[in-house]
Nanobody
């Protein structure tokens, strides 16, 4: 059974930090590129960051320098992390973990998704 399970969301003040985690199992996700997306109320889902199996990383301009994506390819589960620093109110959204075999940075490029975790940044 394919599962992507996010955790680590919550409420934080502006300028604070959070670390999101994603546990991906049920497929050979170590061969997949993994990514984080977010969706704020009334807005489209948008790319945040991704990491290829090689370790190459990509970031949206709005989070570059503040967020860091990393991964740990364990035996049967791949863990993907998103360290978020210097958080801003505009970072408030539901954050989703996703996996892709074809790369890319648009939601349609990713075929497996988690349920999401809420991040709220207060001003």
């Amino acid at each position: 059974q394919v599962q992507l399970v996010e955790s680590g969301g919550g409420l934080v003040q502006a300028g604070g930090s959070l670390r999101l985690s994603c546990a991906a199992s049920g497929r050979t996700f170590r061969n997949y590129a993994m990514g984080w997306f977010r969706q704020a109320p009334g807005k489209e889902r948008e790319f945040v960051a991704s990491i290829r199996r090689s370790g190459s990383t990509y970031y949206a301009g709005s989070v570059k320098g503040r967020f860091t994506i990393s991964r740990d390819n364990a035996e049967s589960t791949v863990y993907v992390y998103l360290q978020m620093n210097s958080l801003k109110p505009e970072d408030t959204a539901v954050y989703y973990c996703a996996a892709t075999t074809i790369g890319g940075i648009t939601p349609s490029d990713f075929g497996s998704w988690g349920q999401g975790t809420q991040v709220t940044v207060s001003s």
